[in-house]
């Protein structure tokens, strides 16, 4: 039996088995493997109906107006903004992606950043692997508390909603700023994201990324939260003005920042790495073995459903 044609964006080598997989069940045409993109893509790709990708590496206009066979794309990963949502919807082109499987493995992360910013876990491990640890105990500055403090949310999505539950676990009291004001949720709404991170100890990025989201943490966000205050993110790093970042940590008007992703990904500040009162990690959230496989699994399942009836299982809402 001849294999389905399907056309994947860039490797998956960030999940456990997803290009193995692809290629065992489709006649992959390997995207990234072509130096030049719009030729292979006119002579090889023509006939293409599903496309296959992940949340940073998308799908713009240019690639769906290149496609003019594609019904589906089925994306690894939960982030959508990377792909041109309103050029897919124009041709009928259906989007899947993957939630709630990476949901807990996310908030986990965003705790682990918050306890390591608040409690200076990077710097001391950098002081052991340094050898700098004598014998006074407590040599690194004094952290900070973090059960039963004040924690905000930025987003109170599927994610923002799984940090906050956790929240409940740390005795903490839990306020978010959302784009509307939830009715089904025991925590404070805060409809200014300044009086929210006025208010908040540990202010925690989990809304979703794109151009409406972009730099809504803003000096005057940053500054608001203050020089005792950790900001934490674990959604998309335009979402914070990093430049304003730097600024407010250099200047001591933020107490730190808690990061797993940056702005311009992978690039990194030199400043942030330099500064004492940073944690910084490579886009990790949803980086464990089981969620990446989990993730997989529906992407898989997505590209199946079209073939098989048409349409995917988890269209992005
Ligand atoms: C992925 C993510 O690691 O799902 C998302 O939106 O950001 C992460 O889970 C990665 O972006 C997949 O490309």
């Given at each position: ?66 496609l ?7 994306s ?66 004094l952290?900070?508390r ?8 930025i ?22 700023h ?12 805060e ?97 464990t ?21 048409g ?7």
């Amino acid at each position: 039996m001849t294999k389905p044609r399907i056309l994947q964006v860039g490797s998956l080598a960030g999940s456990p088995s997803a290009n193995a997989r692809l290629a065992d069940t489709y006649d992959v045409f390997e995207l990234w493997k072509h130096e030049d993109r719009a030729r292979a893509l006119a002579e090889h790709a023509q006939d293409i109906t599903v496309l296959v990708t992940s949340a940073n590496m998308g799908a713009n206009a240019e690639l769906i107006d290149a496609l003019p066979s594609l019904k589906a794309i089925c994306s690894w990963g939960v982030g959508f903004e990377t792909i041109a949502l309103d050029a897919a919807r124009e041709r009928g082109v259906q989007v899947s992606n993957t939630p709630d499987v990476l949901t807990d493995c996310v908030a986990d992360l965003a705790w682990g950043l918050m306890i390591a910013g608040a409690r200076r876990m990077s710097l001391g491990d950098r002081f052991v692997r340094e050898g700098k640890w004598g014998q006074v105990h407590g040599s690194i500055p004094l952290g900070t508390r973090v059960s039963g403090k004040k924690l905000g949310i930025i987003g109170l999505g599927r994610i923002g909603e799984a940090i906050a539950r956790r929240g409940q676990g740390f005795d903490m009291e839990v306020r978010y700023h959302n784009r509307r004001q939830r009715d089904d949720v025991p925590y404070g709404y805060e409809a200014s994201l300044v009086e929210l991170a006025r208010w908040s100890d540990f202010l925690v990025v989990a809304t979703v990324g794109g151009p409406g989201t972009r730099h809504l943490v803003d000096q005057q966000v940053i500054e608001a939260l203050g020089p005792k205050g950790l900001i934490v993110n674990i959604a998309r790093g335009p979402v914070i003005d990093e430049a304003a970042l730097v600024a407010a940590l250099q200047a001591g008007k933020l107490g730190g920042a808690a990061l797993d992703v940056f702005e311009h990904e992978p690039k990194v500040p030199d400043a942030l790495k330099q500064h004492d009162d940073t944690v910084l990690l490579p886009h990790i959230g949803s980086a464990t073995y089981e969620t990446r496989l989990a993730m997989e699994n529906l992407m898989l399942d997505n590209v199946k459903a079209y073939f098989e009836t048409g349409k995917v299982i988890t269209p992005v809402e």
